[in-house]
């Protein structure tokens, strides 16, 4: 449990930078914002799991290995719930692809 509020609390500062990183610094105050709220809304139609895996890996930048040993969930789980969530996060932003 500590783990995981742990890592909900690292996923609101990746969401935050990752937010800055899709917003440039040409862009206007009320375009960053909504694409923090897009972001958080696209993770908040994760699961837990899949929100989890996905902010591990790319808001954290860990391998697969090491989301396993983290989580404890096996290494194909862990990569088909980063997959998953990922399809999900790109299908919500309207983006259609991989």
Do not use: W, Y
């Amino acid at each position: 449990m500590r783990l995981f509020i742990d890592t909900r609390r690292i996923a609101r500062v990746e969401l935050a930078e990752a937010t800055n990183a899709l917003v440039d610094e040409s862009s206007r105050p009320a375009e960053a914002v909504g694409a923090t709220i897009d972001l958080q809304r696209a993770l908040d139609a994760l699961s837990r799991v899949e929100r989890l895996c996905v902010v591990l890996k790319l808001g954290e930048g860990l391998s697969h290995a090491d989301i396993v040993e983290i989580s404890g969930m096996p290494e194909g789980t862990v990569k088909s719930h980063v997959h998953r969530g990922l399809a999900k996060a790109r299908k919500f932003l309207g983006e259609g692809h991989e």
